[in-house]
């Protein structure tokens, strides 16, 4: 079955760090670009940054609000794709998504994983 | 950044009658070598991931019932529930896929009258 599994969310202390995954099944991860979003809770949704396919170097791209804190990688061997997140914010609480994009559209997601950063 | 901005910001409309959700970017989103305008249409209903609904400003995604449809280019777009069923009851986002960061519109909530 294709489909996405995001996994890793948990409360955190600020300024703490959390390692999130998204297991992909059905298809390689590495064909295609992978995506995260967040949505903070009774908020609308934000882009948080994208790893391309292997085909593209796998250039990593990051929304603003995260860039330097957040990275994205990929482990080929085992058809995950992580979001690592450092120095975490109390505006960084939110359900993490992770999405497949083909063709400047993201049609596959997971169901999500709750981040809570809090003290 | 591209801004999108979504209006209403809420919609209550009676089951059987027309939906229109309207979304304008701060910038154009057409791709010239593809002539296509890079924006697709979410509905997310409470507790679900976004469901992606329209692409490519109308292109509707396989699945989707065909009361649904977009229109629009450019700047300007519109979405359209020609007849709402109850089951349509949800927020729906539009999104910019043309230029990093990919940004959403902020939601327009949509509800049974």
């Known amino acids: 079955e294709v489909q996405l599994v995001e996994s890793g969310g948990g409360l955190v202390q600020p300024g703490g760090s959390l390692r999130l995954s998204c297991a992909v099944s059905g298809f390689n991860a590495n064909g295609y670009y992978i995506h995260w979003v967040r949505q903070a809770p009774g908020k609308g949704l934000e882009w948080v940054g994208r790893i391309s396919d292997k085909g593209h170097s796998d250039t990593k791209e990051y929304a603003a609000s995260v860039k330097d804190r957040f990275t994205v990688s990929r482990d080929d061997s085992k058809n995950l794709v992580f979001l690592q997140m450092n120095s975490l914010k109390t505006e960084d609480t939110g359900v993490y998504f992770c999405s497949r994009e083909l063709s400047w559209r993201c049609g596959l997601w997971g169901r999500g994983t709750l981040v809570t950063v809090s003290s | ?113």
């Open chain 2, 1 to 113: 950044d591209i801004v999108m901005t979504q209006s209403p910001d809420s919609l209550a409309v009676s089951l059987g009658e027309r939906a229109t959700i309207n979304c304008k970017s701060s910038q154009s989103v057409v791709h010239y070598s593809h002539n296509e305008s890079y924006l697709n249409w979410f509905q997310q209903k409470a507790g679900h991931p976004p469901k992606l609904l329209i692409y490519w400003a109308s292109t509707r995604e396989s699945g989707v019932p065909d009361r649904f449809s977009g229109s629009g280019s450019g700047t300007d777009f519109t979405l359209t529930i020609s007849s709402l069923q109850s089951e349509d009851v949800a927020v729906y986002y539009c999104q910019q896929h043309y230029r990093i960061p990919i940004t959403f519109g902020q939601g327009t909530r949509l509800e049974i009258k």
